[in-house]
């Protein structure tokens, strides 16, 4: 069992910058890919970033060259940078991870880009 608490979220200007956390914690071995995922209002969860165990990134187009993602493996705690935050950035966060058995997901954290 894993259990991912997510930080970090809030109010931000466009153009502006907010770092998200996430911490796995529980009964497990080791966890294999860390990602962030978000959902807008009205629309479906999409992918955000992952990151592998090795440190293999991957991201959408959408926010390539403005977030970056990071994992402490020691911590279990994965991280989403975002810089030059958009009003289209708005959206619920959720932090997904899998311990080579089964996908889990966080609470979410809110994300909110004024224009």
């Known amino acids: 069992q894993v259990r991912l608490v997510e930080s970090g979220g809030g109010l931000v200007q466009a153009g502006g910058s907010l770092r998200l956390s996430c911490a796995a914690s529980g009964s497990f071995f080791s966890i294999n890919v860390m990602g962030w995922y978000r959902q807008a209002p009205g629309k479906q969860r999409e992918l955000v970033a992952t990151?592998?165990?090795?440190?293999?990134?991957n991201y959408a187009d959408s926010v390539k060259g403005r977030f970056t993602i990071s994992r402490d493996n020691a911590k279990n705690t994965v991280y989403l940078q975002m810089n030059s935050l958009k009003p289209e950035d708005t959206a619920v966060y959720y932090c997904?991870?899998?311990?080579?058995?089964?996908?889990?997901w966080g609470q979410g954290t809110q994300v909110t880009v004024s224009s």
């Open positions: 990151i592998t165990s090795g440190g293999s990134t």
């Open positions: 997904n991870a899998d311990n080579y058995r089964m996908y889990y």
